[in-house]
């Protein structure tokens, strides 16, 4: 994906294809790769597929938030002057679409969620990230995973980095307790956009019942399962993935 980004001010972006926009927001853990296949997939079919890399290590600390994230998201949309977008997010980039829902319904043509947190996330359990213990980051990372395999040494030296790092682990914890702040519960019966849901049966992070309350509580929402699959259907399944979200975004005439 390297070839398509681009730094345009304060925006580092992938950017391909043409068509209705399509932003993909990656989650708190998470890299615009985590995208690659569904990125190649719908940018050549039709889509201008954005995956902003969002700023969850340079805000201020204390604006280190669901909130913030939200306000970049509008100013990268503004300054790509796109209209009718379709949002997707994972995990955190999920809660970030809702919450930019919220506040800007008229952007917003379409919402895909895959293992969205806004409702409910155990993201480690009832452990907070141990600085230096690689095993312990080891073991979660595999558990985001039906196929543990799919945890490469490289994604846990990714984590690892994150989690031993005084800055950044202080602001994935400022944006773990935001994210519980900002529950959406109450919101989304008033989201109106057609809405996809993605799921992972396996998923130990937003477990299959929050799937479920998505469902109920959005008016226009319809939910799909992908069999021996965790937090990332993206990744560990991206064929049934696309396939899935293709198939609805032309059923919606999106």
Known sequence: MT???????????AEAGEGRPLIILHGLMGALSNFDATFEHLSQNGYKVLIPELPLYTLPL????????????????????????????????GHIALYYIKHYP??????VLTGSSGLYENSMGNNYPRRGDKDFIRKKT??????????????????????????TLIRTLAIA?????????????????PTCLIWGEN????????????HKLLPNSE????????????????????????????????
């Open 3 to 13: 070839e398509y980004l681009k730094n345009e001010g304060k925006f580092t972006y």
């Open 106 to 111: 008229k952007d917003v043509s379409g919402l």
């Open 223 to 254: 939910l799909f399962w992908v069999e021996k699959c965790g937090h990332a259907p993206m990744m560990e399944h991206p064929e049934t993935f696309n396939n899935l979200l293709k198939d609805w975004l032309k059923t919606n005439n999106l």
């Open 142 to 167: 595999e558990e985001v995973f039906y196929d543990s395999a799919i945890a490469t040494d490289e994604l846990i030296e990714d984590v690892y980095e994150i989690i031993n790092d005084r800055n």
């Open 177 to 193: 307790k935001s994210a519980v702040r900002h529950n959406m519960a109450k919101d989304l019966p008033n989201m109106e956009q």
């Open 62 to 93: 204390i604006k280190t938030n669901v909130k913030n994230l939200a306000d970049f998201l509008h100013d990268f949309i503004e300054f790509k002057n796109l209209e009718n977008v379709v949002l997707m997010g994972n995990s955190l980039g």
């Open 203 to 214: 998923d130990s992070v937003t477990p299959p019942e929050v799937a479920e309350d998505f």
